[in-house]
């Protein structure tokens, strides 16, 4: 699934194709309806590749929505971008359980599915199941590897600073013993000189 020459338009419905820039702005492709149109460079322009869903703990980047779409569907259409409310977020819930449903509005699900279901018309969302998981599966396993070697390190450098910490208390005390004898001295010193004064 390459979406890095897709977008969205402000203001403008469905999506397009960006086919090359001009000085003026972009000329594009409608993938509803197939028609090549000039935009100028101050329309609002939006790179699918840059577009993510909020989640309650991190933002889910368009693809891998679109991936689980297209998992759930057998690589098939979606639910109806003109489904009510309710309809979609009970499907957002089924695909991406971890989205944020307070920043995530009726009118944003109504695009997602719009988009996926424009992409999977225009041939755009050829997806290898089989290889995509294997990617993540591969991705997890060393993500979990990281978090293990991080997880050892932290236990070598608190094991490492115990034995530091001991060590200045220990010369801290030889220092206190020191400086008491000292202070003894001084006040046998101020004895004799009393005693001698007399």
Known sequence: MDLSRVIAISGKPGLYRLISQTR????????EKGKKISIASNYNVSLLD???IY?????FPLAEVFFRIYKKENGGETIDHKSGGAELRKYMEEILPEYDDSRVYDSDLKKLFQWYNILHKNGLLNIDLAAVEAAIAAQEAQDAEVAQQVEETKEEVVAEEKPKKKAPAKKAA??????????????????KKEKDAE
């Open 24 to 31: 003026a702005g972009f000329v594009v492709e409608d993938l």
């Open 50 to 52: 840059n577009v993510a």
């Open 174 to 191: 030889e220092k206190t013993a020191e400086e008491k004898p000292a202070k003894k001295a001084a006040a046998k010193k101020t004895t």
């Open 55 to 59: 989640g309650i703990s991190q933002e």
